[in-house]
């Protein structure tokens, strides 16, 4: 039987990463190549070079194809920013026979689905977005509120309740033609956070509620479960980079520099950190290191990650009052989330007052290559390959080896045939 391949590529701020994996028996998957590259021409999620952009996807698509000796296939691409919005509709239809009421099948329900996607569509302005997901919530039959599943049950008239994920038309358009432009074929578009959740949030916390803090680089996508389904998505215009360029200005160092300090000494913390403690630090354009506290550099980074999560807690409140029906707490992924002692920020009485933990990806069900890629930076693009598997059209896809690496094999055997011919004469 042929593999079935699968593409994920997370288009982040910072970098984009291209991950090319192989659908196992019993939905396990096997990373078969990876690509990483510097993203160009993307800030806060939107797209500000459409050259710069397709190059960039392009380049890390071509590093994981070397390494997979594969061609891309189904892929599943993660986007963000304030551009998406997250509307509540409701689809309402008649299921009746005559005066006879009838079973509910999954006919029926994708029936009410297309007429909470048409309640939509007929708002004013929606011509300018575009549907991503749309989320079932709950179902109404008949007088009967509250049915978490109504499939084999009978009634007379069906209402479901969803949460419908809408991006701007024009910023869809600009990733597509990305992708068109390296010759990459039609992405399947996800929300980041949707596939974020498939990689780090268990059905248990999914349940009894939670909220998900994904602190990017350019943006923070906060995402609220309850019940088993998403209740809201947002998008906060700050993330990790604000961090890391505090730090270059406060203390006079190149960005890449203040970036490795934020990762491998960052403390949100000041109170935790020795006040005595020195580190050397780079200096700008060449001149001399120069020896700075530590505390210093606490201060600056809990300065600015107050700040980040205050405008989370804040955008959350105006959307969901009841944080404290969210039994499970925050999930707090991302590369920031590395950041030593910042869930302590997260469950401090001044922050969100939750229990937090800081979410990898689950990587139980993936094998090869691993190592580099179990880390809150990569969850997003680790739950991209979750949430294709579910996607039938992964099913009945076959995989198909490189074209250049057949190419060379072609050409190989040709030389062969000549040095052949040469040593029979």
């Known amino acids: 039987m042929s593999e079935k391949i699968i593409t994920a590529i997370d288009l982040g701020s910072s970098k984009i990463c291209v991950i090319i994996a192989s659908l196992q028996e019993k939905d396990r998957l096997e990373i078969k190549g990876v690509g990483e590259v510097e993203s160009k021409g993307i800030e806060n999620g939107l797209v500000k070079d459409l050259q710069a952009t397709a190059e960039s996807i392009k380049k890390a698509v071509q590093i994981a194809e070397e390494q997979a000796g594969l061609e891309i296939e189904n892929i599943f691409v993660a986007i963000s920013g304030q551009h998406i919005k997250s509307k509540k509709a409701s689809g309402r239809i008649s299921i009746a026979i005559g005066n006879q009421s009838c079973e509910i099948n999954n006919t029926h329900i994708d029936q ?29 039959i008949d007088s009967q509120t509250g049915i978490l599943n109504p499939i084999g049950m009978s009634g007379y008239s069906l209402t479901i309740h969803t949460n419908i994920i809408l991006a701007e038309s024009t910023h869809l358009r600009n990733i597509r033609k ?14 980041g956070s949707i596939a974020t959740t498939e990689a780090v949030v268990s059905e248990d916390e999914r349940r009894l509620g939670c909220v998900i803090i994904d602190i990017g680089e350019g943006t923070s996508e906060l995402t609220i479960y309850q019940n088993s389904y998403l209740k809201t998505y947002m998008c906060v215009p700050r993330g990790g980079a604000l961090v890391t360029h505090d730090i270059a ?7 890449n520099s203040a970036e490795n300090i934020k990762i491998e000494l960052g403390n949100a913390v000041p109170i935790t950190v020795d ?9 700008i354009g060449g001149r001399a290191s120069q020896k700075i506290p530590l505390s210093l550099i606490t201060d600056v980074i809990n300065n600015r990650i107050k700040e ?40 401090d009485k001044n922050g969100f007052n939750l229990p937090c933990r800081i979410a990898y990806p689950d990587m139980r069900k993936i094998s090869g290559a691993v190592s580099r890629i179990d880390s809150p930076n990569y969850t997003c693009v680790i739950g991209l390959l979750y949430y294709a598997i579910k996607n039938e059209s992964v099913k009945n896809s076959k995989s198909k080896q490189k074209k ?18 040469i040593s029979e004469l």
Do not use: W
């Open 178 to 191: 990305a992708f068109e432009m390296g010759e990459l074929g039609t992405p399947y578009v996800v929300l």
């Open 112 to 140: 009410a689905i297309n007429d909470a996607k048409n309640s939509i569509k007929r708002e004013s302005g929606s011509d300018k977005f575009e549907i991503l997901h749309c989320i079932p919530q709950m179902y109404d």
């Open 308 to 347: 980040i999560l205050d405008a989370c807690y804040k955008d959350i409140l105006s959307e969901f009052t009841r944080l404290d029906s969210l039994t499970a707490g925050v999930v707090l992924t991302g590369g920031s989330s590395l950041i030593t002692n910042i869930h302590l920020l997260v469950e």
């Open 249 to 255: 200005i406060g203390l006079r160092t190149p960005p």
């Open 404 to 421: 250049k690496q057949q190419s060379n094999t072609d050409i190989s055997n040709f030389f062969k045939k000549i040095i052949k011919k």
């Open 275 to 283: 006040p005595n403690k020195t580190i050397e630090v780079e200096s």
